[in-house]
């Protein structure tokens, strides 16, 4: 994705039972998504991996300072994001095409600090996005917050096994 996330929105959509989700940018661009009950809980699985692997939490002595911490800098993160914003309607360029592609594959690298996500359809582009805490904190609550509409009643991720830096999962 060429510019800076602008704004993330996440809706569940009943007569598809898939997540629209639509990512604008600074530089006036639209990237729209449908994400599965199987990609979504992916996607938690991967950004629940990134939030273990804070610095911070992660120099905690005991587990128990490590949730403690965690729920804290989730909640800074929660306090400091505006839900209360409607997603621009506006006429962005949508590079991807007018309709939503189907996630497929998901990409993911942790350097940094930083997650390196990235969401592809089964054939073509897709788009790359960088995302610190804060807005993995934002997107974790955008995803909960859909498939709880959806009633899917995913329980949340547990961390992946991974052994390597750089991932791919489809």
């Known amino acids: 994705m060429p510019g800076a996330i602008s704004q993330i929105q996440m809706l569940y959509n009943?007569?598809?039972?898939?997540?629209?989700?639509?990512?604008?940018?600074?530089?006036?661009?639209?990237f729209?998504?449908?994400?599965?009950r199987r990609f979504s809980g992916l996607l938690l699985k991967v950004l629940k991996q990134h939030?273990?692997?804070?610095?911070?939490?992660?120099t905690q002595s005991t587990p128990e300072a490590k949730e403690a911490l965690a729920s804290f800098k989730q909640e800074k993160a929660m306090g400091q994001a505006d839900f209360s914003q409607k997603f621009a309607e506006q006429d962005h360029q949508r590079p991807l095409g007018d309709e939503p592609r189907l996630a497929f594959k998901l990409?993911?690298?942790i350097n940094d600090g930083n997650l390196q996500l990235g969401i592809h359809p089964k054939d073509g582009q897709g788009i790359s996005l960088v995302l610190n805490q804060d807005l993995n904190a934002t997107l974790t609550q955008l995803l909960l917050s859909a498939q709880k509409k959806a009633g899917w009643n995913l329980p949340?991720?547990?961390?992946?096994?991974v052994a390597a830096t750089n991932r791919v999962i489809n």
């Open 107 to 109: 990409n993911y690298a």
């Open 156 to 161: 949340e991720a547990q961390p992946l096994a």
């Open 14 to 30: 009943a007569e598809e039972d898939r997540i629209l989700f639509r990512v604008n940018s600074t530089d006036q661009l639209e």
């Open 32 to 36: 729209r998504f449908w994400i599965t």
């Open 51 to 58: 939030r273990e692997k804070d610095p911070d939490v992660m």
